[in-house]
């Protein structure tokens, strides 16, 4: 009896260590894909209960409005999404003054001719360049990605044991987790680094050399509210966070939704299988009452 009990509790501590150990491992930042595995952040979006927060959304929208858009285009957002339910919050008015604020290529006219007209709350993000190749010309040769969809197209392995755990917490916050690590990650090269021109070291990048230059500064973007105080920090960090929650709503605007649909459909499934069962036993219950007569 105590021999299985100590032998038990032998297997679970095993078991422990087993799990710990190449946690542990991942936090110290492996360089399994060419950067450091990027910090995990606490997103209110996280989990199967998770949900955006407004004002962070409509911060990092003002961030990426008045740093990325200038290299990152946003091509599958068009502004009357901003108004959708589980995002920003914008109103309709709101979203309308903005789109004007922008010019939209249109046309062709009667005359055969492209023109310009401001932008209506139909219209997609304007690109920032003309075309590929002129976007890689002004950066140096590379051209900067479209950011829609990016907060889902850059994963990294977690590893053992996380992929367990992820699969039944529905985790897929790595892509913001990287997006914060790569604008928070750039440092001075370490002595005696090859940096090939145009290129800046990043902690966090695959291969450390990325040519977008450090996009972000403490204090760059205005964070005052209608009482003239900053809404938050008016730092990197947050800023970094700020605009990798607004990416992550913006490659899945639908995510509330999904999550309630989800728990609906859990919940159903819960009652389902309650009555399931209470109906079985009624069935099955002369049987067992009166096996003589089966
Ligand atoms: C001056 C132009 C410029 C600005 C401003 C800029 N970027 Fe970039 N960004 C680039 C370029 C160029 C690349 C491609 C880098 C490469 O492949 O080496 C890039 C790449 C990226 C990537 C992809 C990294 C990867 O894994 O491939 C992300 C994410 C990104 N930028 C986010 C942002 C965000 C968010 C902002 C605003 C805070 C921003 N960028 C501002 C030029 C810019």
């Known amino acids: 009896m105590w021999n299985k009990t100590l032998a038990a509790a032998g297997l679970l501590t095993a078991v422990a260590a087993a799990l710990a150990l190449p946690a542990r491992a991942a936090e110290s930042g ?46 599958f957002l068009a502004f009357r999404n901003l108004a959708d339910p589980g995002g920003p919050g914008f109103s309709e008015g709101q979203v309308k003054a903005l789109a004007a604020e922008y010019k939209v290529k249109d046309g062709p006219n009667d005359q055969g001719e492209m023109f310009e007209r401001p932008g209506r709350a139909a219209d997609r993000f304007p690109e920032p360049f003309p075309n590929e190749q002129a976007a890689a010309v002004a950066n140096g040769g590379k051209a900067p990605p479209d950011l829609s969809l990016m907060a889902k197209a850059r994963t990294y392995e977690r590893g053992f044991p996380w992929f367990i755990f992820d699969a039944f917490t529905q985790f897929a916050e790595t892509g913001p987790n990287y997006i914060h690590a790569v604008l928070t990650g750039y440092e001075a090269a370490p002595a005696g680094f090859q940096m090939p021109d145009g290129g800046n070291y990043n902690r966090y990048f695959p291969g450390h050399v990325i040519a977008m230059p450090k996009p972000l500064n403490d204090g760059q973007v205005d964070y005052k509210g209608p009482d003239g105080k900053p809404q938050a920090p008016e730092t990197i960090d947050q800023y970094s966070k700020d605009v990798s929650a607004f990416l992550m709503w913006a490659a899945e605007p639908k995510m509330m939704a999904r999550k309630e649909i989800g728990f609906k459909a859990f919940i159903f499934l819960i009652v389902l299988a309650g009555l399931v069962y209470f109906v079985k036993k009624k069935v099955w219950a002369p049987l067992h009452d009166h096996p003589e007569t089966a």
């Not at 979006?45 to 927060?53: K, N, Q, R, S, V």
């Not at 990426?64 to 946003?74: K, P, T």
């Open 30 to 75: 492996g360089d399994s894909h060419g950067g450091a595995v990027p910090p995990p952040i606490s997103w209110s979006f996280a989990g199967p209960f998770g949900t955006f927060d407004q004002q962070q959304l409509q911060r990092g929208f003002k961030v990426y409005r008045e740093v990325c858009a200038s290299c990152h285009g946003l091509k």
